[in-house]
Protein backbone atom coordinates (compact mmCIF):
# COMPACT_ATOMS: atom_id res chain seq x y z
CA UNK A 1 0.00 0.00 0.00
CA UNK A 2 1.15 3.45 -0.98
CA UNK A 3 1.31 6.16 2.00
CA UNK A 4 -0.90 8.51 0.99
CA UNK A 5 -3.70 5.84 1.09
CA UNK A 6 -2.46 4.93 4.31
CA UNK A 7 -2.78 8.36 5.73
CA UNK A 8 -6.58 8.97 3.85
CA UNK A 9 -7.82 5.61 5.83
CA UNK A 10 -6.66 7.55 8.86
CA UNK A 11 -8.35 10.76 7.75
CA UNK A 12 -11.61 8.75 7.13
CA UNK A 13 -11.62 7.13 10.73
CA UNK A 14 -10.78 9.78 13.02
CA UNK A 15 -10.64 13.18 11.21
CA UNK A 16 -11.20 14.91 14.69
CA UNK A 17 -8.33 13.21 16.26
CA UNK A 18 -5.17 14.92 16.65
CA UNK A 19 -2.12 13.83 15.36
CA UNK A 20 0.83 16.32 15.15
CA UNK A 21 1.84 18.33 18.01
CA UNK A 22 4.80 20.81 17.67
CA UNK A 23 5.02 23.33 20.32
CA UNK A 24 1.87 25.66 20.37
CA UNK A 25 0.96 23.86 17.13
CA UNK A 26 -1.83 21.32 17.18
CA UNK A 27 -3.27 19.33 14.11
CA UNK A 28 -6.11 16.79 13.47
CA UNK A 29 -5.97 14.32 10.73
CA UNK A 30 -8.03 16.56 8.98
CA UNK A 31 -6.41 19.59 9.50
CA UNK A 32 -3.42 18.23 8.44
CA UNK A 33 -4.28 16.68 5.31
CA UNK A 34 -5.64 19.80 4.50
CA UNK A 35 -2.26 21.06 4.82
CA UNK A 36 -0.31 18.43 2.98
CA UNK A 37 -2.77 19.85 -0.16
CA UNK A 38 -1.63 23.21 0.14
CA UNK A 39 2.21 22.01 0.25
CA UNK A 40 1.55 19.85 -2.82
CA UNK A 41 -0.12 22.16 -4.94
CA UNK A 42 2.78 25.10 -3.77
CA UNK A 43 5.35 22.53 -4.73
CA UNK A 44 3.67 21.97 -7.93
CA UNK A 45 3.90 25.88 -8.78
CA UNK A 46 7.71 25.32 -8.46
CA UNK A 47 7.74 23.09 -11.24
CA UNK A 48 7.92 19.69 -9.11
CA UNK A 49 6.82 16.55 -10.60
CA UNK A 50 6.08 12.92 -10.63
CA UNK A 51 9.86 11.74 -9.19
CA UNK A 52 11.60 14.85 -8.67
CA UNK A 53 13.67 15.19 -5.68
CA UNK A 54 13.39 18.30 -3.34
CA UNK A 55 16.01 18.40 -0.73
CA UNK A 56 14.96 19.37 3.38
CA UNK A 57 17.41 20.60 5.21
CA UNK A 58 14.80 20.82 8.52
CA UNK A 59 14.88 19.89 11.78
CA UNK A 60 12.38 18.07 13.68
CA UNK A 61 9.55 20.59 12.51
CA UNK A 62 5.57 20.69 11.17
CA UNK A 63 6.89 22.36 8.00
CA UNK A 64 9.44 18.67 7.32
CA UNK A 65 6.36 16.07 7.62
CA UNK A 66 3.54 18.68 5.90
CA UNK A 67 6.64 19.20 2.93
CA UNK A 68 7.48 15.15 2.25
CA UNK A 69 3.53 14.00 2.81
CA UNK A 70 3.29 16.81 0.25
CA UNK A 71 5.76 15.63 -2.16
CA UNK A 72 4.36 12.49 -1.88
CA UNK A 73 1.17 13.22 -3.32
CA UNK A 74 2.65 14.86 -6.73
CA UNK A 75 4.71 11.53 -6.53
CA UNK A 76 7.53 13.24 -5.70
CA UNK A 77 11.04 12.34 -3.91
CA UNK A 78 11.86 14.13 -0.53
CA UNK A 79 15.39 14.35 0.73
CA UNK A 80 15.37 15.25 4.29
CA UNK A 81 19.06 15.96 5.45
CA UNK A 82 20.62 17.00 8.65
CA UNK A 83 20.35 20.51 9.09
CA UNK A 84 23.60 21.40 10.50
CA UNK A 85 25.38 20.00 7.35
CA UNK A 86 28.07 22.49 6.49
CA UNK A 87 27.63 23.95 3.04
CA UNK A 88 29.85 21.63 1.09
CA UNK A 89 27.71 18.94 2.50
CA UNK A 90 25.02 20.56 1.32
CA UNK A 91 25.82 21.38 -2.23
CA UNK A 92 27.00 17.77 -2.58
CA UNK A 93 23.14 16.39 -1.36
CA UNK A 94 21.51 18.68 -3.92
CA UNK A 95 24.24 17.97 -6.79
CA UNK A 96 24.26 14.34 -6.23
CA UNK A 97 20.07 14.16 -5.94
CA UNK A 98 19.57 16.99 -8.68
CA UNK A 99 17.30 18.62 -6.77
CA UNK A 100 14.48 20.50 -8.08
CA UNK A 101 14.00 22.73 -4.80
CA UNK A 102 16.19 22.98 -1.67
CA UNK A 103 14.04 24.25 1.58
CA UNK A 104 15.78 25.62 4.74
CA UNK A 105 15.20 27.78 7.23
CA UNK A 106 17.17 29.79 10.52
CA UNK A 107 18.67 26.88 12.06
CA UNK A 108 20.52 26.31 8.37
CA UNK A 109 20.27 29.87 7.02
CA UNK A 110 23.93 30.63 7.05
CA UNK A 111 25.16 27.71 5.52
CA UNK A 112 22.19 27.35 3.27
CA UNK A 113 22.94 30.85 1.92
CA UNK A 114 26.44 29.81 1.40
CA UNK A 115 25.72 26.45 -0.24
CA UNK A 116 23.44 28.05 -2.93
CA UNK A 117 25.61 30.21 -4.46
CA UNK A 118 27.28 26.36 -6.16
CA UNK A 119 23.75 25.10 -6.72
CA UNK A 120 22.33 24.26 -9.89
CA UNK A 121 21.20 27.05 -12.20
CA UNK A 122 17.26 26.30 -11.79
CA UNK A 123 17.37 24.50 -8.76
CA UNK A 124 14.84 26.76 -6.57
CA UNK A 125 15.06 27.62 -2.91
CA UNK A 126 12.46 27.68 -0.25
CA UNK A 127 12.55 29.11 3.55
CA UNK A 128 10.22 28.80 6.65
CA UNK A 129 11.30 31.20 9.03
CA UNK A 130 10.28 34.76 8.84
CA UNK A 131 12.80 37.05 6.70
CA UNK A 132 13.65 34.61 3.81
CA UNK A 133 17.16 35.47 2.32
CA UNK A 134 17.42 37.27 -1.13
CA UNK A 135 16.04 34.65 -3.96
CA UNK A 136 14.16 32.27 -1.78
CA UNK A 137 10.58 31.28 -1.94
CA UNK A 138 8.60 31.82 1.84
CA UNK A 139 7.24 28.49 2.95
CA UNK A 140 4.32 29.93 4.07
CA UNK A 141 3.51 32.10 1.13
CA UNK A 142 4.17 29.34 -1.06
CA UNK A 143 0.90 26.99 1.02
CA UNK A 144 -1.26 29.48 2.39
CA UNK A 145 -1.65 31.27 -0.80
CA UNK A 146 -3.41 27.43 -2.73
CA UNK A 147 -6.34 25.95 -2.23
CA UNK A 148 -6.43 22.38 0.16
CA UNK A 149 -8.27 20.49 -2.26
CA UNK A 150 -5.70 17.17 -3.55
CA UNK A 151 -3.64 17.90 -6.48
CA UNK A 152 -5.18 14.83 -7.90
CA UNK A 153 -2.13 13.32 -9.11
CA UNK A 154 -1.47 9.36 -9.19
CA UNK A 155 0.53 7.49 -6.63
CA UNK A 156 1.24 3.64 -6.64
CA UNK A 157 3.06 1.87 -3.96
CA UNK A 158 5.99 0.93 -6.55
CA UNK A 159 7.35 4.37 -6.68
CA UNK A 160 10.27 6.21 -4.78
CA UNK A 161 8.74 8.41 -2.34
CA UNK A 162 12.24 9.44 -0.23
CA UNK A 163 15.45 9.50 -0.16
CA UNK A 164 17.51 9.03 3.27
CA UNK A 165 21.64 9.45 2.88
CA UNK A 166 23.29 7.19 5.01
CA UNK A 167 25.12 8.76 7.44
CA UNK A 168 28.89 8.69 6.03
CA UNK A 169 30.96 6.90 8.99
CA UNK A 170 32.93 5.52 6.43
CA UNK A 171 33.63 7.93 3.05
CA UNK A 172 31.01 10.05 1.20
CA UNK A 173 26.66 9.44 1.66
CA UNK A 174 25.24 6.98 -0.20
CA UNK A 175 21.68 8.05 -1.16
CA UNK A 176 19.03 5.01 -0.26
CA UNK A 177 16.21 5.27 -2.21
CA UNK A 178 12.87 3.55 -0.44
CA UNK A 179 9.43 3.39 -1.92
CA UNK A 180 6.03 3.89 -0.58
CA UNK A 181 5.63 -0.48 -0.17
CA UNK A 182 9.41 -0.30 1.55
CA UNK A 183 8.15 2.32 4.22
CA UNK A 184 4.90 0.99 5.03
CA UNK A 185 5.90 -2.30 5.40
CA UNK A 186 8.28 -1.14 7.77
CA UNK A 187 5.26 0.56 9.59
CA UNK A 188 3.71 -2.60 9.80
CA UNK A 189 6.36 -4.23 11.42
CA UNK A 190 7.37 -1.28 14.23
CA UNK A 191 3.66 -1.75 14.88
CA UNK A 192 3.89 -5.38 15.56
CA UNK A 193 7.65 -5.53 16.93
CA UNK A 194 7.52 -2.79 18.97
CA UNK A 195 3.42 -3.69 20.59
CA UNK A 196 2.25 -0.37 19.79
CA UNK A 197 -1.93 0.13 19.49
CA UNK A 198 -3.92 2.03 17.54
CA UNK A 199 -4.24 5.74 19.01
CA UNK A 200 -0.39 5.40 20.12
CA UNK A 201 1.44 8.38 21.22
CA UNK A 202 5.51 8.81 20.23
CA UNK A 203 7.99 11.23 20.81
CA UNK A 204 9.03 12.83 17.89
CA UNK A 205 12.55 13.33 18.34
CA UNK A 206 14.28 11.01 16.66
CA UNK A 207 16.13 13.60 13.57
CA UNK A 208 13.39 13.20 10.12
CA UNK A 209 16.79 12.70 8.08
CA UNK A 210 17.01 9.54 9.42
CA UNK A 211 15.04 6.09 8.93
CA UNK A 212 13.95 5.99 13.00
CA UNK A 213 12.88 9.22 12.96
CA UNK A 214 11.06 8.48 9.72
CA UNK A 215 9.35 5.07 10.52
CA UNK A 216 8.66 6.83 13.78
CA UNK A 217 6.17 9.15 11.61
CA UNK A 218 4.82 6.91 9.41
CA UNK A 219 3.42 4.18 12.20
CA UNK A 220 1.59 6.78 13.96
CA UNK A 221 -0.35 7.91 10.39
CA UNK A 222 -0.81 4.06 10.14
CA UNK A 223 -2.16 3.95 14.25
CA UNK A 224 -3.73 6.81 13.74
CA UNK A 225 -1.60 7.79 16.57
CA UNK A 226 -0.14 11.20 17.51
CA UNK A 227 3.44 12.49 16.86
CA UNK A 228 4.49 15.11 19.40
CA UNK A 229 7.61 16.68 17.69
CA UNK A 230 10.60 17.66 19.87
CA UNK A 231 13.16 20.06 17.77
CA UNK A 232 16.05 19.60 19.67
CA UNK A 233 16.61 16.95 22.73
CA UNK A 234 17.04 18.30 25.92
CA UNK A 235 16.56 15.84 28.90
CA UNK A 236 15.01 18.26 31.55
CA UNK A 237 12.21 19.19 28.56
CA UNK A 238 11.80 15.57 27.58
CA UNK A 239 10.65 14.61 30.68
CA UNK A 240 7.81 17.65 31.07
CA UNK A 241 6.88 16.95 27.23
CA UNK A 242 6.49 12.87 28.05
CA UNK A 243 4.58 13.93 31.45
CA UNK A 244 2.21 16.30 29.62
CA UNK A 245 1.53 14.97 26.81
CA UNK A 246 0.98 11.35 28.26
CA UNK A 247 3.32 9.58 25.61
CA UNK A 248 2.79 6.09 25.60
CA UNK A 249 6.15 5.00 23.53
CA UNK A 250 9.74 6.06 23.21
CA UNK A 251 11.77 4.86 20.19
CA UNK A 252 15.05 6.06 21.04
CA UNK A 253 18.95 5.76 20.50
CA UNK A 254 20.38 4.27 23.76
CA UNK A 255 22.52 7.96 24.13
CA UNK A 256 19.19 9.76 24.77
CA UNK A 257 17.50 6.81 27.43
CA UNK A 258 20.36 7.14 29.37
CA UNK A 259 20.27 10.82 29.15
CA UNK A 260 16.78 10.94 30.60
CA UNK A 261 17.18 8.89 33.22
CA UNK A 262 20.09 11.01 34.83
CA UNK A 263 17.33 13.97 34.39
CA UNK A 264 17.45 16.53 37.66
CA UNK A 265 13.50 16.43 37.18
CA UNK A 266 12.28 12.92 36.53
CA UNK A 267 11.42 11.54 40.01
CA UNK A 268 9.03 15.12 39.96
CA UNK A 269 6.71 14.26 36.80
CA UNK A 270 4.56 11.00 36.16
CA UNK A 271 5.57 8.92 33.56
CA UNK A 272 3.18 6.27 34.05
CA UNK A 273 1.96 5.72 30.81
CA UNK A 274 4.87 4.98 29.11
CA UNK A 275 4.09 1.12 28.15
CA UNK A 276 6.48 0.63 25.21
CA UNK A 277 9.91 1.53 24.98
CA UNK A 278 12.23 1.08 22.15
CA UNK A 279 15.93 1.71 21.14
CA UNK A 280 18.15 1.44 17.81
CA UNK A 281 21.30 2.46 16.66
CA UNK A 282 24.03 0.98 18.97
CA UNK A 283 23.93 -1.55 21.59
CA UNK A 284 22.62 -1.02 25.14
CA UNK A 285 24.75 -2.15 28.38
CA UNK A 286 23.27 -4.58 31.01
CA UNK A 287 23.31 -1.31 33.15
CA UNK A 288 21.41 0.68 31.15
CA UNK A 289 18.91 -1.83 30.27
CA UNK A 290 18.37 -3.06 34.27
CA UNK A 291 17.79 0.94 34.88
CA UNK A 292 15.13 1.06 31.94
CA UNK A 293 13.00 -1.48 33.04
CA UNK A 294 13.34 -0.47 36.89
CA UNK A 295 11.79 2.81 36.03
CA UNK A 296 9.23 1.99 33.84
CA UNK A 297 8.31 -1.38 33.56
CA UNK A 298 7.26 -2.04 30.41
CA UNK A 299 4.58 -3.94 28.48
CA UNK A 300 7.28 -4.06 25.47
CA UNK A 301 11.04 -3.33 25.61
CA UNK A 302 12.44 -3.93 22.21
CA UNK A 303 16.08 -3.82 20.56
CA UNK A 304 15.82 -3.23 17.10
CA UNK A 305 18.78 -4.02 14.52
CA UNK A 306 18.27 -2.66 10.61
CA UNK A 307 19.48 0.23 8.47
CA UNK A 308 18.46 2.47 6.39
CA UNK A 309 18.64 -0.14 3.23
CA UNK A 310 16.67 -2.39 5.10
CA UNK A 311 14.76 -1.29 8.05
CA UNK A 312 14.67 -4.35 10.08
CA UNK A 313 17.33 -7.06 10.21
CA UNK A 314 16.50 -8.64 13.95
CA UNK A 315 14.38 -7.98 17.14
CA UNK A 316 14.98 -8.81 20.81
CA UNK A 317 11.73 -8.48 22.98
CA UNK A 318 14.36 -10.81 25.39
CA UNK A 319 15.83 -8.05 27.22
CA UNK A 320 16.19 -9.21 30.79
CA UNK A 321 18.06 -12.05 29.80
CA UNK A 322 20.25 -11.29 26.81
CA UNK A 323 20.35 -7.15 27.36
CA UNK A 324 23.36 -7.02 24.51
CA UNK A 325 22.00 -9.31 22.25
CA UNK A 326 20.10 -7.92 18.67
CA UNK A 327 17.96 -11.26 18.80
CA UNK A 328 16.54 -13.05 15.72
CA UNK A 329 15.51 -11.87 12.08
CA UNK A 330 11.76 -9.61 12.33
CA UNK A 331 9.02 -10.66 10.84
CA UNK A 332 9.99 -9.66 7.08
CA UNK A 333 13.44 -10.76 7.28
CA UNK A 334 16.18 -13.59 6.97
CA UNK A 335 19.68 -13.09 8.08
CA UNK A 336 22.91 -14.99 7.61
CA UNK A 337 26.00 -15.22 9.02
CA UNK A 338 29.14 -15.72 6.51
CA UNK A 339 32.75 -16.26 6.43
CA UNK A 340 34.28 -12.24 6.98
CA UNK A 341 37.30 -12.01 4.51
CA UNK A 342 37.76 -8.34 2.77
CA UNK A 343 40.01 -10.07 0.48
CA UNK A 344 37.54 -11.66 -1.81
CA UNK A 345 33.57 -11.83 -2.56
CA UNK A 346 32.15 -13.63 0.32
CA UNK A 347 29.41 -15.91 -0.95
CA UNK A 348 25.89 -15.76 0.85
CA UNK A 349 26.28 -19.77 1.21
CA UNK A 350 29.23 -19.57 2.93
CA UNK A 351 27.69 -19.80 6.28
CA UNK A 352 29.89 -19.91 9.12
CA UNK A 353 29.13 -22.64 12.26
CA UNK A 354 26.98 -20.90 15.43
CA UNK A 355 29.03 -19.47 17.94
CA UNK A 356 31.66 -18.00 15.25
CA UNK A 357 31.94 -14.67 14.24
CA UNK A 358 31.26 -13.63 10.46
CA UNK A 359 29.88 -10.76 8.77
CA UNK A 360 25.73 -10.10 8.87
CA UNK A 361 24.38 -10.56 5.59
CA UNK A 362 20.08 -9.54 4.80
CA UNK A 363 17.95 -11.23 2.11
CA UNK A 364 17.06 -7.95 -0.32
CA UNK A 365 13.70 -10.33 -0.64
CA UNK A 366 12.17 -8.46 2.59
CA UNK A 367 9.54 -5.85 1.50
CA UNK A 368 11.37 -3.58 3.79
CA UNK A 369 14.25 -3.46 1.76
CA UNK A 370 15.95 -0.93 -1.08
CA UNK A 371 16.99 -2.28 -4.24
CA UNK A 372 20.30 -0.31 -4.95
CA UNK A 373 21.64 3.06 -4.19
CA UNK A 374 21.28 6.18 -5.97
CA UNK A 375 23.62 6.28 -9.04
CA UNK A 376 26.35 4.22 -7.13
CA UNK A 377 27.18 1.04 -9.16
CA UNK A 378 30.08 1.07 -7.07
CA UNK A 379 28.51 0.54 -3.64
CA UNK A 380 26.19 -1.65 -5.11
CA UNK A 381 29.04 -3.93 -6.21
CA UNK A 382 30.15 -3.68 -2.48
CA UNK A 383 26.91 -3.99 -0.75
CA UNK A 384 24.82 -6.63 -2.84
CA UNK A 385 25.46 -10.13 -3.99
CA UNK A 386 22.67 -12.83 -5.31
CA UNK A 387 19.94 -11.10 -3.49
CA UNK A 388 21.65 -10.55 -0.52
CA UNK A 389 22.87 -7.02 1.11
CA UNK A 390 26.00 -7.27 3.00
CA UNK A 391 25.74 -5.20 6.25
CA UNK A 392 30.01 -5.02 6.65
CA UNK A 393 28.45 -5.66 10.40
CA UNK A 394 30.19 -8.28 12.56
CA UNK A 395 28.42 -10.74 14.71
CA UNK A 396 27.64 -14.45 15.66
CA UNK A 397 24.55 -16.50 16.50
CA UNK A 398 24.74 -18.06 20.17
CA UNK A 399 23.65 -21.68 20.31
CA UNK A 400 20.08 -20.59 20.70
CA UNK A 401 20.07 -19.00 16.97
CA UNK A 402 20.16 -15.43 18.86
CA UNK A 403 21.93 -12.79 16.79
CA UNK A 404 25.09 -10.42 18.81
CA UNK A 405 26.68 -7.71 16.51
CA UNK A 406 30.11 -7.16 17.62
CA UNK A 407 31.36 -4.34 15.75
CA UNK A 408 32.16 -3.23 11.83
CA UNK A 409 34.06 -5.37 9.23
CA UNK A 410 36.24 -2.19 9.08
CA UNK A 411 37.04 -1.61 13.13
CA UNK A 412 38.02 -5.50 14.06
CA UNK A 413 41.61 -4.69 15.46
CA UNK A 414 43.85 -7.78 15.26
CA UNK A 415 46.95 -7.43 17.87
CA UNK A 416 49.41 -9.99 17.93
CA UNK A 417 47.35 -12.40 15.70
CA UNK A 418 44.50 -12.11 17.85
CA UNK A 419 41.03 -10.67 16.79
CA UNK A 420 39.28 -7.98 19.08
CA UNK A 421 35.93 -6.57 18.65
CA UNK A 422 35.43 -3.02 19.83
CA UNK A 423 32.05 -3.86 21.59
CA UNK A 424 33.35 -6.80 23.30
CA UNK A 425 35.60 -4.53 24.80
CA UNK A 426 33.34 -1.70 25.63
CA UNK A 427 30.63 -4.13 27.18
CA UNK A 428 33.18 -4.90 30.02
CA UNK A 429 34.11 -1.21 30.13
CA UNK A 430 30.79 -0.13 31.15
CA UNK A 431 30.27 -2.58 33.89
CA UNK A 432 32.90 -0.05 35.62
CA UNK A 433 30.28 2.45 37.49
CA UNK A 434 32.30 5.58 36.74
CA UNK A 435 32.22 4.77 33.50
CA UNK A 436 29.39 6.39 31.22
CA UNK A 437 30.27 5.73 27.92
CA UNK A 438 33.33 4.10 25.97
CA UNK A 439 34.90 3.64 22.57
CA UNK A 440 37.27 1.42 21.49
CA UNK A 441 39.72 1.56 18.30
CA UNK A 442 42.83 -0.28 17.27
CA UNK A 443 46.08 1.95 17.21
CA UNK A 444 48.87 0.93 14.86
CA UNK A 445 51.82 -0.16 16.73
CA UNK A 446 55.49 -1.91 15.47
CA UNK A 447 55.34 -4.72 17.22
CA UNK A 448 51.38 -5.99 18.11
CA UNK A 449 50.30 -4.54 14.91
CA UNK A 450 47.46 -2.81 16.65
CA UNK A 451 47.01 -1.98 19.69
CA UNK A 452 43.27 -1.41 21.90
CA UNK A 453 42.83 2.41 22.85
CA UNK A 454 39.85 2.91 25.02
CA UNK A 455 38.31 6.07 24.85
CA UNK A 456 36.10 6.76 28.11
CA UNK A 457 33.35 9.65 29.31
CA UNK A 458 33.55 9.44 33.02
CA UNK A 459 31.47 10.29 35.97
CA UNK A 460 33.65 12.29 37.47
CA UNK A 461 37.56 13.17 37.70
CA UNK A 462 38.47 10.99 39.95
CA UNK A 463 38.83 7.86 37.96
CA UNK A 464 42.36 7.12 36.20
CA UNK A 465 43.50 4.98 33.92
CA UNK A 466 44.81 2.43 36.51
CA UNK A 467 41.71 1.82 37.93
CA UNK A 468 40.26 1.17 34.49
CA UNK A 469 43.02 -1.63 33.96
CA UNK A 470 42.41 -3.05 37.19
CA UNK A 471 38.95 -3.47 36.54
CA UNK A 472 39.50 -5.09 33.27
CA UNK A 473 41.39 -7.49 34.90
CA UNK A 474 39.04 -8.40 37.68
CA UNK A 475 36.64 -9.76 34.99
CA UNK A 476 36.69 -13.46 35.21
CA UNK A 477 35.21 -13.14 31.29
CA UNK A 478 37.65 -11.09 29.71
CA UNK A 479 40.73 -12.25 28.16
CA UNK A 480 44.09 -10.28 29.09
CA UNK A 481 44.94 -9.59 25.64
CA UNK A 482 41.93 -7.80 25.11
CA UNK A 483 43.12 -5.00 28.27
CA UNK A 484 43.39 -1.35 26.56
CA UNK A 485 46.96 -0.62 26.75
CA UNK A 486 45.79 3.38 26.19
CA UNK A 487 42.84 4.96 27.95
CA UNK A 488 42.02 8.43 27.04
CA UNK A 489 39.43 10.43 28.97
CA UNK A 490 36.96 12.68 26.81
CA UNK A 491 33.96 14.92 27.37
CA UNK A 492 31.93 13.32 24.83
CA UNK A 493 32.19 10.21 21.90
CA UNK A 494 31.60 11.41 18.60
CA UNK A 495 28.23 9.44 17.18
CA UNK A 496 26.12 10.08 13.79
CA UNK A 497 22.65 11.01 14.74
CA UNK A 498 21.34 7.64 15.18
CA UNK A 499 23.88 6.91 17.86
CA UNK A 500 26.21 4.74 15.96
CA UNK A 501 30.19 5.73 17.00
CA UNK A 502 32.35 7.74 14.53
CA UNK A 503 35.64 5.95 15.53
CA UNK A 504 37.33 7.11 12.46
CA UNK A 505 37.08 10.62 14.35
CA UNK A 506 38.73 9.47 17.39
CA UNK A 507 41.44 7.89 15.09
CA UNK A 508 41.85 11.39 13.20
CA UNK A 509 42.08 13.11 17.07
CA UNK A 510 38.84 14.85 16.50
CA UNK A 511 37.83 14.52 20.27
CA UNK A 512 37.42 16.94 23.31
CA UNK A 513 39.59 15.61 26.29
CA UNK A 514 38.39 15.54 29.81
CA UNK A 515 40.40 17.45 31.74
CA UNK A 516 40.63 17.23 35.43
Not at 160 to 167: A, D, E, Q
Not at 312 to 330: D, H, W
Not at 340 to 354: G, H, I, L, Q, S
Not at 416 to 440: C, D, F, K, M
Request: hydrophobic residues 40%; glycine residues 8%; aromatic residues 8%.
Amino acid sequence: MDLIRRLALSVLRYSDREFLVDGELRLTFAEWDRRINRAARGFKELGVGRQDRVVLALGNREELVTSWYGLMKLGAIAIPVNHRFSPGEIIYCVKDAEAQVFVFADFSRESGERAARDFPKGCRKVFCDADPPKGCEPFATLVEAQTDTPPGESVSEDLVCLMLYTSGTTGRPKGVPRTHRAQDTSALAQAVQCGYRLGERTLGVMPLYHVMGIVSLTTMVLLSGTFIVMRGFDAEAAVELVAREKISSLYLIPTLFHDLLRSRNLKDHDLSHVRRLAFAGAPMTRTLVEKLLGQFNPEVFTNHYGSTEIYTFSINQNLRQKPSCAGRPGMNSDLRVVKANPERRVKPDEVVPRGEVGEIIASLQSEEAFQGYWRRVDADDKAIRHGWYFTGDMGYQDEDGDIYVTGRVDDMIISGGENIYPTEVEEVLTRHPQVVESAVIGVEDPKWGQVVTAFIVPAGKELTAAEIDQHCREQADFSDFKRPRQVIFVRQIPKTASGKILRRKLRAGEYEPYLS
